[in-house]
């Protein structure tokens, strides 16, 4: 299996913009595995939502509430996953955790997940 490492995350007024990376680490072999990865945001009290899905072929997927303010981006070079998120809005505030997706199903959640890195958005 593969390791991710969400950092990012902190306090911002809304409005405000904050990128968010998810570092892979793992053997060449697992790391070869994955097909496609994915942010995820959980708010307090609320179920965990797919947040964003970018696959190995460069495929995007958005949640409606994102869509147009967040822009997800691999760099495969340096093995990490980017949420460029823009236009931050208090509704956005949530833990977010990335995903490792082995499946080629966008909607499979069964691979790695990080820690999950706080975006708190407020004044």
């Known amino acids: 299996q593969v390791q991710l490492v969400e950092s990012g995350g902190g306090l911002v007024q809304p409005g405000g913009s904050l990128r968010l990376s998810c570092a892979v680490s793992?053997?060449?072999?697992?790391?070869?595995?994955?097909?496609?990865m994915g942010w995820y945001r959980q708010a307090p009290g609320k179920q965990r939502e797919l947040v964003a899905t970018?696959?190995?072929?460069?495929?995007?997927n958005y949640a409606d509430s994102v869509r147009g303010r967040f822009t997800i981006s691999r760099d495969n070079a340096k093995n990490t996953v980017n949420l460029q998120m823009n236009s931050l809005k208090p509704e956005d505030t949530a833990v977010y955790y990335c995903?490792?997706?082995?499946?080629?199903?966008?909607?499979?959640?069964?691979?790695?997940w990080g820690q999950g890195t706080q975006v708190t958005v407020s004044s």
């Open positions: 970018i696959t190995r072929g460069g495929s995007t």
């Open positions: 793992g053997s060449a072999f697992v790391i070869e595995r994955i097909y496609a």
């Open positions: 995903n490792a997706k082995y499946s080629s199903s966008i909607v499979d959640t069964s691979g790695p």
